[in-house]
């Protein structure tokens, strides 16, 4: 089995933008709903948003109106654009499916967001 490859994190200010995307091949296919995660220092992993099949998102209430996850079957990539970020965002953020699988965690990828 592939493990998802995430992407696109880095170091932003207040107020910056990132794009997110996750490669997963077999993983991502028209029937897998696909969700991201984070891990927050200090704090357990967290649900963050998912996607439907059909690409319909939903969020956790920290990134609503902020966040926005898309998708795109026929590349297998799902991302997960990243507005108005604060410091409160910053952490390893993963995909994975929804409900995750314990053998699909990959390695993350750093989102740092500076005061």
């Known amino acids: 089995q592939v493990q998802p490859v995430e992407s696109g994190g880095g170091l932003v200010q207040t107020g910056g933008s990132l794009r997110l995307s996750c490669a997963a091949s077999g993983i991502i296919s028209r029937i897998n709903v696909v969700g991201w995660y984070r891990q927050i220092p200090g704090k357990q992993r967290e649900f963050v948003a998912l996607i439907s099949g059909d690409g319909f998102g939903t969020y956790a209430d920290s990134v609503k109106d902020r966040f926005t996850v898309s998708r795109d079957n026929d590349k297998q990539i799902v991302n997960l654009q990243m507005n108005s970020l604060k410091p409160e965002d910053t952490g390893v953020y993963f995909c994975?499916?929804?409900?995750?699988?314990?053998?699909?965690w990959g390695q993350g990828t750093q989102v740092t967001v500076s005061s």
């Open positions: 994975n499916l929804v409900p995750p699988l314990e053998e699909y």
